[in-house]
Structure formats: C-alpha cells, structure tokens
DNA sequence: AGGCTAATGTCAGTCGCTGACAGTTGACAA
DNA sequence: TTGTCAACTGTCAGCGACTGACATTAGCCT
C-alpha cells in the first residue's frame, strides 16, 4: 500500500540523513554553530566528511533542514484556505493550522523541543540569521504571489500583495524574536505571541483592496 | 582649517582602504563575488592578503563598505525631517533627500555607477543578498526606534512601528528588485521606481495612530 | 553467483580566515 | 640629526568549509 518499504538501500540513506540533522542540530544548540565542525557532525554519525556534504551542500543547509520541512507545511496550510478569507486573514489562520500539524511532522526526525531550540540559536547566529532573512524573503515572494492569485490581482504590478506580505512577515519575525527573549520556549508560548501581535497587524492593513466580489454592485 | 591633513600615515592608510574598497567592486562586479578571490584583491593593490584582513574583517565587509556609508546618510537625513511628517511621509522624504547628498558622499571613493553595479551585485549574489537582509532587518531595528520616538509610542511594546517599518522596507527592497530587473541602472531610474512604488504604501497605513496631538481635542 | 550501479571513503587541493612573529617606516622628542 | 616608540605591514603556519577525482564497498536485479 502507501507504506512503501523502498528497500534497504533508501531506508539507510533516509536514516543517515535523519542522523545527520539531529546530531549536527544538537551540536549546534549545545555548544553553538560556528564552534561545531562538519568534521564532528560526521564523526559523531560514523560517515566522512566527504558523506555529510554529499547530504547537504553546506554546513548552513543542515541547519535549515527542519525548517524547510515547516516551510513546506505552511505553504500547503495556505493554500487550503477558503477563498473567502481575506488576504492577513488568510496567511494569520494558515499559521495556527500549520501549528498544529507540526508536531506529528517534525517529532518523526527531532525531538520537538529541539526544533525550538534550533529556532532559538538559527536567531541568535549572525551567518544563520542571515540565511534565514534571504530565506524569508524568498518564501514571501511565493506567498506575494499566493495572494496575488486569491485576491485576482495582477501579482507583478501591483504592489499590495507584496506590502501586505511584507508587513506580515515583519510582524511574524518580530514575535519570534520576542518569543526567542522570553524565558518559554513552548509551543504554546509562540502560539500566543503571535497571536497577540498579529491581532495588532489587522486593523493596520484591513483596507478593503479587493476588486468588486460581484459585477453589478456599486 | 577643516582640511585635517591628519599626517602623512593617515593619508595612505586611507589611500589603501578606498583602493581596495575599489578594486573590490570592480573586480565583484566585473566577474562575480565567487570567481573573486581575497589574493587577487590583495595583489591588484599590491598589498598582503594579511593586510587586507586588517582593514576588513571579512570579504564580505569590503562588498559593503559602501552600503555602510549610504546607510549612515540616510539615518541623518530621517533624523532630520520636522516632526510634523507622520511616519511613512519622513522615511519616504528621507530617502530622497539622501539621493540628493549621496553622488558627492560615494563620488569620493568610486565613480557612482560603480556603486550603482554593486548594488545589483549584491541583489544577484546569495551570500551577499543574505547579509543584505540581515543588515536589513538590523536597520528597521534602528528605524523602528527613531519613528517610535517621533510618534511618543513605546518602542518597545508598540508593534505598529516595527510593523510601518518592515512594510517600508519591504516596498523598498521591492522597488529595488524591480530597478535591477529594469535596464536601467542610474540613480534617476532608482529613483522614479522608488517614488512609484512607495506611493503605494501610503494610501495602505496611513492610518492615523498618533497619540491626541493637542490635549481638549474630542 | 555475478554484474551493475548507487553510496561511501580517501586524498589532495583551493579559499576564507587567524594567530604569532619579524621587519619596516612614519611620528615625535632629545 | 638621531634614536626610540608605535603603527603598519609581510611572512609563515595552520584550521575549517568545501570540491573534484578516483578507488572501494555494498544493495539490487537477473
């Protein structure tokens, strides 16, 4: 059925790489990024150096490896969002959605709590943070143009979907970044900072820029 | 008088650092941050890769040096606009006025459109795109602050700057893609795209949350 | 069993970057 | 002018991230 063995031969490869993460994840967050080597990262998981980078292309990638995987699952959350939902409406609910689904998603590779403190040092390291920020803009560019499409905008021209992202994403960062500053590093904790700060984005950007829903009204 | 000869030593410490400053970017932009190595820097100004390292930390550093200057320009310029403007108005005005001032400021050390191919440089190279964000998002940090204050709001509660910030910045991280993708590459194309694109914005948060200008005013 | 091929290991080399030590050269006083 | 000091620079050795080339191992399939 859907269980799909694969073989012997995909199984190891999906174990090692699961390896990989969570060794160089845990390394990372104990003694920090840049004091951990690839080298110990590969060692700890009996491969060579040479193995790890042919997993990942760079020491940064596995840092961001859980990430991509949330990444993924907020993008599906967006898109099932009924269309009647506005354009914040819509990015605020898929990110609770995506909340609640992460669990099960992630604790199949990591420890949950290790995802949040991988969250924790990502903010906290100067060359990740970096990574992060040229990541976020590349996802917002997606989410631009998601919202684009919902709204039946022209997702080039028009700059409001990009404002409207951009803002949010703003928003979204500086919860985490709030979060990040106190002491609870739950899920639950996160959930309600950005709950508590998104509320402030609504009435913000609630303008009501959408074409006419229906012809013939005035 | 002002002329600050400030000795000899100074004179060609300084020499130093703008040539390499220069070649640099000559070198970045005419065949790629990657393919440049910090030696053929090094060697084209005829000092020791050592020697570069002492007057830039990284070769990251010396891809922004003069992004450092422009920012530098623009925080005076906003710190100088009258507290009438509301938000959105003194970050706009301000970025302009800083067009004004910024041919004399970069002229000084490379040819302006020099700098101008830098930026899209930047703009086209990850890793540098990535610092780019991080100083970003360093910058609104900044912003934040200044306009919080210019408002009387709670810098550190109050979301509603950070949020007017990052959706600023984010139309002007916009405004500036949009530029590199366009053939043109003056400062008076930049310019248009910006005043287009952030004309925009305002009609979008130009909401009104300033505390009660004058006190008995219902 | 045996051949094919994906996965891995080994080795050498490049490039960014750093610490330590030594040599050179302006600055400044005697 | 001369000598001393401090700043500036060069050289060398070494670490860590990353890559290409080639040899080796080990699932997979007939």
Redesign the interface.
Known sequence: MTVETTGLRARRKRRTRDALVRVALELFTGQGYERTTVDEIAEAVEVSQRTFFRYFSSKEEVAFAVQDLMESHYLAALRERPACEGPIEALTAAVFAAWDTVEEAVSAIIPIDLHMRSYLMIEST?VL???H??R??ES?ELLAGLIARREGLDPVRD??P??????F???M??AGRQWGQGGDASVEAIRTITEE?LA??G???A?D?RPPPTPGNA
């Open positions: 100067p943070l970096a990574a920020m040229r976020s803009a917002e700059p409001r990009r404002v409207a992202v951009a803002a994403g703003g928003v960062r500086a700060w402030h984005l009435p913000a950007l303008a820029w």
